[in-house]
């Protein structure tokens, strides 16, 4: 359930706009964070509405999205109010989330799943494939994931380099200047 409703999101813009002052609005609604008011607001003036509306299901985020999104966040230098607001992540905790996630654990922490994993269907195919024990099949899943998420990290170290380059702070690979 949501902290607050949609009405008194909406009667808290409305009174800010007639130009009560934020700390007055967050005493007279009981908001415990006036800052709250102002992200509601700009919500509102992008979205209409349904940005202040509690969604029904919650939204899973994929890795390369997360990922997009902190570098969208570092690259211009942003907060997590401006970068929620820019990808439509209605909770700005979500972000800082994954940017913790992202400095102690780094790219692959981003795409771990979460929550317990979806149960299978029907029998296993078969053919040529030899069955594996649990252990194996955990060890190639880490394995795959490591992998992808080192593919990640590649492309992204290879666009830094390149962007870092580009504005001249490290020169270009070529040949030395030794005789």
Same mark, same amino acid.
């Given at each position: 359930?949501? !902290?607050?409703?949609?009405?008194?999101? @909406?009667?808290?813009? !409305?009174?800010?706009?007639?130009?009560?002052?934020?700390? %007055?609005?967050?005493?007279?609604?009981?908001?415990?964070?006036?800052? +709250?008011?102002?992200?509601?607001?700009?919500?509102?003036?992008?979205?209409? @509405?349904?940005?202040?509306?509690?969604?029904?299901?919650?939204?899973?985020?994929?890795?390369?999205?997360?990922?997009?999104?902190?570098?969208?966040?570092?690259?211009?230098?942003?907060?997590?109010?401006?970068?929620?607001?820019?990808?439509?992540?209605?909770?700005?905790?979500?972000?800082?989330?994954?940017?913790?996630?992202?400095?102690?654990?780094?790219?692959?922490?981003?795409?771990?799943?979460?929550?317990?994993?979806?149960?299978?269907?029907? !029998?296993?195919?078969?053919?040529?494939? %030899?069955?594996?024990?649990?252990? +194996?099949?955990?060890?190639? +899943?880490?394995?795959?994931?490591?992998?992808?998420? @080192?593919?990640? +990290?590649?492309?992204?170290? !290879?666009?830094?380099?390149?962007?870092?380059?580009?504005?001249?702070?490290?020169?270009?690979?070529?040949?030395?200047?030794?005789?």
């Amino acid at each position: 359930m949501t !902290k607050y409703q949609a009405n008194t999101k @909406l009667r808290a813009i !409305k009174l800010y706009q007639k130009g009560v002052d934020l700390n %007055q609005i967050s005493k007279e609604l009981n908001i415990t964070n006036a800052n +709250e008011i102002n992200h509601w607001l700009k919500r509102y003036q992008q979205q209409g @509405l349904s940005g202040l509306k509690a969604k029904q299901t919650k939204t899973k985020y994929g890795g390369k999205f997360k990922l997009k999104v902190l570098n969208w966040r570092k690259q211009h230098n942003t907060s997590y109010q401006t970068a929620a607001l820019h990808f439509k992540v209605n909770n700005i905790g979500t972000i800082a989330n994954w940017q913790k996630k992202f400095d102690i654990s780094g790219v692959k922490a981003l795409f771990v799943k979460q929550g317990r994993p979806a149960m299978k269907q029907g !029998k296993a195919k078969e053919g040529n494939k %030899q069955p594996r024990s649990p252990s +194996e099949l955990s060890e190639l +899943e880490a394995l795959r994931l490591e992998n992808r998420a @080192l593919r990640v +990290e590649n492309e992204y170290l !290879k666009k830094l380099k390149a962007l870092v380059q580009k504005r001249g702070h490290l020169p270009k690979k070529g040949k030395s200047s030794k005789n």
